[in-house]
């Protein structure tokens, strides 16, 4: 089976979740190539095993480039394999595993963190785990599909999603930025959104390196925390922090990769590089747990 029928089957398997980014109207999947809604908005599926759901054309900064070096830190160096164990811990032992679970990233990125999330729910809710990645870069997505062909993948804003109303029962939201009002709408009543945010000392040897003195040496999650919870109960705030050690190559990908230095030029990074000694970075990180309506 192709990518691009087997990613056709897994969106018809649960075209339920899904309606018309446009016109919000019911989708249908047609001959395992179009996803087409009631008033005939067709969108395709690619070759490569997902589906474009934006209405016009968008770009990011993320490239290709940009997104092999972040999965090879997460994939090769682990660098979030701690925080991953949080959250699966805090699901495995939260959610009811009485019924099939539906959870959407949003923001997936290269879709590693979602890959490796429902990979270990699967042991344990019997009824089934059905993982949707959404992100603007469709680079980002066409890696994700390359490497995760279990999942469902799709280029979709998120201040438009192309789904139903209560469609989830969880939403991931790692270090990417939010809609709280779209994430309501989304989730079911009694779902949980899981929110990772920096913590102060997050990536504190970089912040150092580049920009001791200055105000963005420090950091205060604070007023996301308070944004956060005006929009949703909120259930719980677990810290993780640990060290990790980088070679220099993956240390380069780290670099490469963090929003941080995107304003500052090779030449300068390299000088800052020849004059630090880099080899471990602190990830430091909470992940905010909110609640929509009451618990079950």
């Given at each position: 089976m192709n990518?691009?029928?087997?990613?056709?089957?897994?969106?018809?398997q649960h075209q339920s979740l899904f309606h018309c980014p446009i016109c919000q109207s019911f989708m249908e999947v047609h001959e395992s190539k179009s996803f087409i809604c009631q008033k005939g908005h067709t969108f395709d599926f690619t070759k490569k095993g997902y589906i474009n759901l934006t209405t016009r054309p968008s770009k990011t900064k993320y490239t290709k480039e940009l997104f092999e070096a972040r999965r090879e830190l997460?994939?090769?160096?682990?660098?979030?394999?701690?925080?991953?164990?949080?959250?699966?811990?805090?699901?495995?032992?939260?959610?009811s595993r009485q019924d099939a679970l539906t959870i959407l990233d949003t923001g997936c990125g290269e879709g590693s963190?979602?890959?490796r999330i429902t990979e270990k729910l699967h042991n344990t809710f019997t009824n089934g785990v059905t993982g949707v990645g959404i992100d603007l870069s469709k680079e980002g997505i066409m890696t994700a599909a390359k490497n995760y062909p279990e999942t469902i993948w799709a280029v979709a804003d998120l201040a438009h999603s192309p789904f139903r109303d209560q469609s989830f029962q969880l939403l991931l939201n790692i270090l990417s930025p939010s809609n709280y009002g779209?994430?309501?709408?989304?989730?079911?009543?009694?779902?949980?959104?899981?929110?990772?945010?920096?913590?102060?000392?997050?990536?504190?040897?970089?912040?150092?390196?580049?920009?001791?003195?200055?105000?963005?040496?420090?950091?205060?999650?604070?007023?996301?925390?308070?944004?956060?919870?005006?929009?949703?109960?909120l259930k719980d705030?677990?810290?993780?922090?640990?060290?990790?050690?980088?070679?220099?190559?993956?240390?380069?990908?780290?670099?490469?990769?963090?929003?941080?230095?995107?304003?500052?030029?090779?030449?300068?990074?390299?000088a800052v590089l020849d004059k630090h000694s880099l080899s471990s970075i602190t990830v430091d990180l909470e992940i905010l747990i909110g609640i929509k309506g009451h618990e079950k």
């Open positions: 990518k691009r029928i087997k990613s056709a089957r897994q969106v018809q997460m994939v090769e160096q682990q660098l979030f394999e701690p925080l991953l164990e949080k959250i699966d811990a805090w699901i495995q032992n939260t959610v963190h979602l890959a779209e994430f309501s709408r989304l989730l079911k009543n009694g779902g949980y959104v899981l929110k990772v945010v920096p913590q102060q000392n997050y990536l504190t040897e970089l912040r150092d390196a580049f920009f001791k003195d200055t105000d963005r040496a420090s950091y205060s999650n604070d007023d996301t925390v308070d944004l956060f919870t005006r929009h949703f109960q705030r677990i810290r993780v922090t640990y060290n990790v050690d980088l070679n220099p190559s993956s240390m380069q990908s780290l670099i490469q990769m963090t929003p941080l230095t995107w304003s500052i030029s090779e030449t300068d990074i390299q």
